[in-house]
T-cell receptor, first 114, second 113 residues
Framework: GDSVTQMEGPVTLSEEAFLTINCTYT??????LFWYVQYPGEGLQLLLK?????DKGSNKGFEATYRKETTSFHLEKGSVQVSDSAVYFC?????????????FGQGTILTVHP | DTAVSQTPKYLVTQMGNDKSIKCEQN?????MYWYKQDSKKFLKIMFS???????INETVPNRFSPKSPDKAHLNLHINSLELGDSAVYFC????????????FGEGSRLTVL
């Protein structure tokens, strides 16, 4: 079955540091890939997505590129802020008959210090 | 206006009780979901409805029963609560069933004592 593996957290960075959160996936077909973010006490929000190989999703300074050859979708940001402190989830959806079911990674807790 | 709203936000109850969580979305979406987030933040889908029709029913105990009276509402009823049911339950919706672009509610934290 489908699965998503994220780097273990928690990740602690200083403000303006570079961020990478690794994500790899296993899927039977050609999934769409997503990063969702969960701020403290809130529900998840879609951060960015990519629907096919070599697509780059970007939003709020975050980027991730769909790499089919390495089955990866790593999240990056050049300069993090304290307000980026949250839990980040990588996810995939096979679309079609999966009816939009999202398979999530285990989440990575990011804490950014001033 | 909150796009996806759940009630209650917090629920503390005894083992063996029956409880319900309600969810409403005002986005005009066709598809709604229930996800369970455990204490380690792991998220797993439970159910999905598309236009009031059940389309996803993962391996969930029969004690959990979803109900969708209309496409804007998806409620979750849990019978005979067990300690292991303690979790945060998230309702979500999406415009169509296959996009993977979900809008989540703020979650309902259920604690079973």
């Amino acid at each position: 079955g489908d699965s998503v593996t994220q780097m273990e957290g928690p990740v602690t960075l200083s403000e303006e540091a570079f961020l990478t959160i690794n994500c790899t996936y296993t899927a039977t077909g050609y999934p769409s890939l997503f990063w969702y973010v969960q701020y403290p006490g809130e529900g998840l929000q879609l951060l960015l997505k990519a629907t096919k190989a070599d697509d780059k999703g970007s939003n709020k300074g975050f980027e991730a590129t769909y790499r089919k050859e390495t089955t990866s979708f790593h999240l990056e940001k050049g300069s993090v802020q304290v307000s980026d402190s949250a839990v980040y989830f990588c996810a995939l959806s096979e679309g079609g008959t999966s009816y939009g079911k999202l398979t999530f990674g285990q989440g990575t807790i990011l804490t950014v210090h001033p | 206006d909150t796009a996806v709203s759940q009630t209650p936000k917090y629920l503390v109850t005894q083992m063996g009780n029956d409880k319900s969580i309600k969810c409403e979305q005002n986005l005009g979406h066709d598809t709604m979901y229930w996800y369970k987030q455990d204490s380690k933040k792991f998220l797993k889908i439970m159910f999905s409805y598309n236009n009031k029709e059940l389309i996803i029913n993962e391996t969930v105990p029969n004690r959990f029963s979803p109900k969708s009276p209309d496409k804007a509402h998806l409620n979750l009823h849990i019978n005979s609560l067990e300690l292991g049911d303690s979790a945060v339950y998230f309702c979500a919706s999406s415009l169509q069933a296959y996009t993977g672009e979900l809008f989540f509610g703020e979650g309902s934290r259920l604690t079973v004592l």
